[in-house]
Nanobody, 120 residues
Framework: VQLQASGGGLVQAGGSLRLSCSVS????????MGWYRRVPGKSLELVAR???????RYGDSVKGRTTVTRDHTRDGVDLVMNNLKPEDTAVYYC???????????????WGHGTLVTVSS
């Protein structure tokens, strides 16, 4: 099972970005999916996560300018952030709590991370 993310890169302050992530592999079910980020020297921070039923939760620093959605057709999750700020610069990690095919056990899975740089 792999999480493959796309998007990110260099964005100007005040702009927007879209990150997409899809799960590949043999999966029984996916519970929550979402995005976390890490700034060098700081701890992992919740950006947004969403349940399989569409219940979303956002980090305080991005609330009001961020939308997370699920795409069940591709086992994916998308993130749109608006009004980007230099402090949004971080490596963004896709996350999924899922159960691979086999004995039913759910566990956290992570993508490799994609760098987002917001220039002022």
């Amino acid at each position: 099972v792999q999480l493959q993310a796309s998007g990110g890169g260099l964005v100007q302050a005040g702009g927007s970005l879209r990150l997409s992530c899809s799960v590949s592999g043999r999966i029984d079910s996916i519970n929550d999916m979402g995005w976390y980020r890490r700034v060098p020297g700081k701890s992992l921070e919740l950006v947004a996560r969403i349940s399989s039923m569409g219940l979303a939760r956002y980090g305080d620093s991005v609330k009001g300018r961020t939308t997370v959605t699920r795409d069940h057709t591709r086992d994916g999750v998308d993130l749109v952030m608006n009004n980007l700020k230099p402090e949004d610069t971080a490596v963004y990690y896709c996350y999924a709590d899922l159960a691979p095919v086999g004995p039913y056990v759910t566990s956290d899975h992570w993508g490799h991370g994609t760098l987002v740089t917001v220039s002022s």
